[in-house]
């Protein structure tokens, strides 16, 4: 069943999202070459924890820390780790979560860490287009298919493939509601979106193939071809004039331009 959500309930929710999008922000003012994955999650906790918040993730199915971070091949799930390096060269997506006021925020970012490759700037910057063009479609009386195809044809035209065995999903009480917000899939397809449809979209995008490994560690998810990954994700929430987004990226852009 679909939690459609008051208008009310939308701005708790985007309360949630603006706190993701800040601490996104603030880490993108910690991203260099010589930093670990673990003191990224520790500069992520403390933030949400003194802006009132509680880390979404954190014991969420038991996961230990605050913040997803996967390095390169990682597509999503990282766990934080004090041996884990960032270096010259390498992308990292981020996926952070809150919980506040009963509701919940989540949102992703891949950050290149100094320059990288131009093919893998690339996969960057057609993941984040990829992700604009899903949004595009979240209007009243399309539906989910709507967004996955836009999102699908956008990223397989650019050469890239997309990650099936993980998707996008309603927002709202709970992290992970319905519907499914598949990344591939026909136009006309899935469920109706209405008025008050809250959902993440988040396009996980291989610069190689499409196939990918579940580690051993439960979590981590990597390329079965070890070919880097990208993964952007918004809150939006569908209202009479279309997309309302509840995430955005400009203290992301701030920090990395100011
Ligand atoms: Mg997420
Ligand atoms: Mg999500």
């Known amino acids: 069943m679909i939690n459609y959500k008051s208008p009310e309930e939308i701005e708790l929710l985007r309360e949630n999202n603006l ?3 800040k601490t996104l922000g603030e880490l993108a003012k910690h991203i260099r070459p010589g930093v670990s994955t673990l003191e990224l999650d520790k500069v992520a906790e403390d ?22 971070v996967s390095i390169n091949e990682e597509v999503v799930h990282g766990i934080p780790s004090a041996k884990r390096i960032l270096r010259e060269g390498d992308i990292v997506s981020i996926d952070c979560g809150t919980r506040m006021r009963g509701f919940y925020g989540d949102s992703a970012f891949t950050f290149a860490v ?5 093919e893998v700037k690339k996969l960057l910057e ?17 539906r989910i298919g709507d967004i996955a195809h836009a999102v699908q044809s956008y990223t397989e035209t650019n050469g890239f493939s997309i990650v099936r ?32 449809l809250v959902i993440c979209i988040e396009p996980m995008v291989n610069l190689g193939g499409r196939a990918v490994v579940f580690e051993k560690d439960g979590w981590t998810v990597r390329t079965k071809d070890r070919k880097p990954s990208a993964h952007f994700e918004y809150a939006i929430a569908v209202t009479p004039q279309g997309p309302d987004v509840l995430t955005t990226f400009e203290f992301i852009e701030q920090a990395l331009n100011g």
């Open 19 to 21: 706190l993701v999008s």
């Open 47 to 68: 933030y949400i924890r003194s802006h009132g918040a509680v880390p979404g993730f954190l014991g969420y199915n038991g996961f230990p820390n605050t913040l997803c």
């Open 114 to 118: 100094g320059e990288v490759a131009p």
């Open 126 to 142: 057609v993941t984040r287009q990829a992700l604009l063009l899903g949004v595009a479609q979240a209007r009243v009386g399309n």
């Open 165 to 196: 065995e993980l998707v996008g999903h309603g927002l709202g009480r709970q992290m992970h509601e319905e519907p499914e917000v598949a990344n591939y899939g026909a136009r006309g397809r899935g469920p109706l979106i209405r008025e008050g």
